[in-house]
């Protein structure tokens, strides 16, 4: 099988970050984010055995959901310092282990990945996508998983359409459509005030998409309370405007090709060298080995993450 792994770059570094004590280099300085994020690469690599890999990376420019709205994700904490400073240190992994990266000025990584979806070459035969972040489950199909971390960076679920309904409520089509209504906090746009998850989750399962939801409203065929339909109608604008922003965009500006990955470009004299002026000493063994270099107490402990890893692979 011909598989694409897309990793969320800017999501599983950031998970890192905060998962892993403050690791440094030789030189003193902080890579806890770097060796986690590589830890987890080199496991992908060898446990879920990819024919193609790439890694899509939020630009520090301001998105066009920004420009459409100004409160976009306004609420949100700088990135800190400690780990905005490793960003360019995983790109330096990555470069010299030949895995292409991906991003573009005026969209999020989130867009990047759709892109790459959208237009994955017709040999491959599955996608999965690596990240923390469960906006990007509208993109899951039957052929399309998201493989995400659930405890820091050692365990993690793979979710397709029945496991992406099971956790949201709805379709993974239906993600924009559920926001539009019920907003996202953390972006921090609004939906429809004073409907909520459980309201947006019912609505979305009776009409399936906002668009649909309020032609009953216009033609009068709704069957909600007198207060719900004139906050759906009073807010309809928000609606539309929470959809735009919550919707992945999959025509990204950006050549999408991927390169076949093979196992020799992992392991060059460059790539042993970024290595070592990382102190990642574990990792090169690792990588050496197989992505096996095990001690006696952790043989077991990732033996059963295989199994787990095959399980739920063999469900696909």
């Known amino acids: 099988m011909n598989r694409l792994i897309i990793i969320d770059g800017n999501a599983i570094l950031h998970r890192a970050f905060h998962a892993l004590p403050p690791l440094t280099a030789p030189d003193g300085t902080l890579t806890n984010a770097v060796y986690g994020f590589t830890s987890m690469l080199i496991r992908l690599i060898f446990d879920l055995t990819p024919t193609h890999i790439a890694v899509a990376f939020d630009r520090p420019k301001p998105t066009f959901r920004k ?121 921090n746009y609004p939906g429809v005030p004073g409907v909520g998850p459980k309201t947006a989750t019912d609505l979305i399962k009776n009409y399936k998409t906002i668009e649909l939801l309020y032609k009953a409203v216009d033609k009068n065929t709704v069957k909600i309370s007198s207060g719900l339909k004139e906050k759906l109608t009073k807010n309809k604008e928000l609606a539309i405007l929470s959809k735009t922003l919550a919707t992945i965009r999959t025509d990204v500006p950006i050549n999408t090709h991927v390169a076949p990955l093979t196992k020799e470009q992992l392991k060059t004299p460059a790539v042993i060298k970024q290595f070592e002026l990382l102190g990642f000493t574990t990792l090169i063994k690792r990588l050496l080995g197989n992505g096996k270099a095990q001690t006696k107490g952790t043989r077991k402990k990732n033996e059963e993450h295989k199994k787990s890893v095959d399980e739920q692979m063999s469900l696909v």
């Open 67 to 187: 420009e459409l709205y100004k409160e976009y994700q306004i609420k949100r904490p700088k990135m800190d310092e400690g780990l905005a400073a490793q960003i360019p240190m995983v790109h330096d992994v990555l470069i010299a282990m030949h895995i292409p990266i991906f991003e573009q000025d005026g969209f999020e990584a989130d867009d990047v990945i759709g892109t790459l979806c959208n237009n994955k070459p017709k040999t491959i035969n599955q996608v999965i996508i690596v990240t923390g972040d469960r906006d990007l489950l509208q993109l899951v199909t039957d052929t399309t998983k998201a493989y995400m971390p659930t405890k820091g960076l050692s365990e993690a679920k793979l979710f397709g359409p029945a496991e992406t309904k099971e956790r949201l409520g709805v379709d993974p089509t239906q993600i924009p459509d559920y926001k539009a209504l019920a907003g996202d906090q953390s972006d």
